[in-house]
């Protein structure tokens, strides 16, 4: 069983800076994509980044230049560091993983739970 665990959401003041991360845990051969999601109250679920495990970045263009995806694939972990943060930023955001659990699975894609972050004054 492959488990995702978020952290790191919270409220920050517009301008601020959060930094989320996710770590898989469990029965794990191999990681192929990980990718954070975010999902506001009234709007569907959208890519907001996404990192190969060679460490190849895609961004929405609403966060390119604010936020960065980095991870460790020793840990297998990922992180999104988010700068500038406005309120639009608002959301749900979930952690994603394609994962093959054994050397003889296909990837299977695994969701976090999700972590709230909310930009207010």
């Known amino acids: 069983q492959v488990q995702l665990v978020e952290s790191g959401g919270g409220l920050v003041q517009p301008g601020g800076s959060l930094r989320l991360s996710c770590a898989a845990s469990?029965?794990?051969?191999?990681?192929?994509?990980m990718k954070w999601y975010r999902q506001a109250p009234g709007k569907q679920r959208e890519l907001v980044a996404s990192?190969?495990?060679?460490?190849?970045?895609n961004y929405a263009d609403s966060v390119k230049g604010r936020f960065t995806i980095s991870r460790d694939n020793a840990k297998n972990t990922v992180s999104l560091q988010m700068n500038s943060l406005e309120p639009e930023d608002t959301a749900v955001y979930y952690c994603?993983?394609?994962?093959?659990?054994?050397?003889?699975?296909?990837?299977?894609?695994?969701w976090g739970q999700g972590t709230q972050v909310t930009v207010s004054l």
């Open positions: 994603n993983a394609d994962v093959r659990p054994e050397r003889w699975n296909i990837f299977k894609s695994y």
């Open positions: 469990g029965t794990i051969f191999s990681i192929n994509a």
């Open positions: 990192i190969t495990s060679g460490g190849s970045s």
